[in-house]
Nanobody, 123 residues
Framework: QVQLVESGGGLVQAGGSLRLSCAAS????????MGWFRQAQGKEREFVAA????????DYADSVKGRFTISRDRAVNTVFLRMYSLKPEDPAVYYC????????????????WGQGTQVTVSS
């Protein structure tokens, strides 16, 4: 089992930035990939970014490419999502996820999920 705890969400003005963190505990040695997903009110959960835990390969949704950066610190079992130039369409609950076998865009690949952290953008 892997436990994931997100933090760093909050209220920010449009154009501002936030850094989300996701601390992993438990059987973290089995982690292959981690990802960030988001779910806006009334919408389906969507992929945001993913990172290979071992080699650090990254992938981003087109909607955030160039504005968001995913990174990981293996020493403290934490993945980050740095969000810049936040837009009115970015508010959502942001979820961290971990997979023992994949990394990438499909939510079905991820076995472990955090509880989510709310990001709100004011215009």
């Amino acid at each position: 089992q892997v436990q994931l705890v997100e933090s760093g969400g909050g209220l920010v003005q449009a154009g501002g930035s936030l850094r989300l963190s996701c601390a992993a505990s438990g059987r973290t040695f089995s982690t292959y990939g981690m990802g960030w997903f988001r779910q806006a009110q009334g919408k389906e959960r969507e992929f945001v970014a993913a990172i290979g835990w071992g080699d650090g390969r990254t992938d981003y949704a087109d909607s955030v490419k160039g504005r968001f950066t995913i990174s990981r610190d293996r020493a403290v079992n934490t993945v980050f999502l740095r969000m810049y130039s936040l837009k009115p369409e970015d508010p959502a609950v942001y979820y961290c996820a971990a997979s023992a076998t994949h990394w990438g865009r499909s939510s079905t690949w991820y076995e472990y999920w955090g509880q989510g952290t709310q990001v709100t953008v004011s215009s």
